[in-house]
């Protein structure tokens, strides 16, 4: 089962953390709406498109987004996942800030073997220098699935197990983060560049050991 545990947090990618709200914090003021478009190794190839809008919180800046992300390409894995998250700026030194994130994930796969489904969260802090023009920040978080439904497939039955046991599972596992993001403009375009390592709460290593994001988005 242990196996089989690490197998579905693998392939539900409790890695993909893709782009939250937060970009870069300089820029954003209260009623700001942002579209973005991104790409990641996460620890599959994945893309994302969402939507995120500034607003002001215990007198500080808050973002909120919504983002739905699918696995590129035609692979046997049909893997998506939807994530509705914000983020605090909860200090602020000039030009050195620190943002707290925290996100609720439904997340599922589906292959040869079995289905899933999962609910989980993600929490992290940011912390870095934001300029009105560009942003170097450091990131820290951890993504847990809490909860999983698995059901296996008639042909996994047929062949290999028919007393597979099909239902909810508690505790799938999660995976930390450690890594860099940095942020540029070009015209109306803000660009951003996410990269790090990344393990399970065991400690071992995902099919890419770390994860790089590329992104594009647009405020208005």
């Known amino acids: 089962m242990k196996r089989l545990s690490l197998m579905v947090v693998m392939l539900l990618g409790v890695g993909h953390r893709e782009l ?11 009623g700001d709406t942002r579209l973005h478009v991104s790409m990641a190794l996460d620890p599959a190839v994945i893309t994302s498109v969402g939507v995120g809008r500034t607003t002001s919180l215990f007198g500080s800046t808050a973002q909120f987004g919504l983002e739905v992300g699918v696995v ?3 692979a046997d894995l049909r893997d998506y996942r939807v994530r509705l998250g914000g983020e605090l700026q ?14 609720f994930m439904t997340r ?5 073997v079995f289905r899933a489904i999962n609910f989980g969260s993600d929490f992290g802090v940011t912390a870095g220098v934001y300029h009105h023009g560009w942003s170097v920040a450091g990131e820290v978080g951890f993504d847990k699935a809490i909860i999983t439904h698995l059901k296996h497939t008639q042909a996994y039955r047929d062949q290999y197990y028919e007393d597979a046991k099909d239902g909810w599972y508690l505790n799938n596992g ?9 942020g540029s403009h070009i015209g109306s375009a803000e660009l951003l560049l996410r990269a790090g390592i990344m393990r399970t709460q065991g400690g071992e290593t995902l099919t890419a050991p770390g994860y790089l994001t590329l992104g594009v988005g647009f405020g208005w």
């Open 108 to 112: 599922g796969t589906s292959n040869t």
């Open 20 to 30: 939250p709200a937060q970009w870069n914090l300089a820029r954003s003021e209260s």
């Open 90 to 103: 909860v200090m602020q030194r000039g030009a050195f800030r620190v943002a707290a994130s925290a996100a």
């Open 174 to 182: 999660g995976t930390a983060r450690l890594g860099v993001r940095m």
């Open 72 to 74: 590129a390409g035609d």
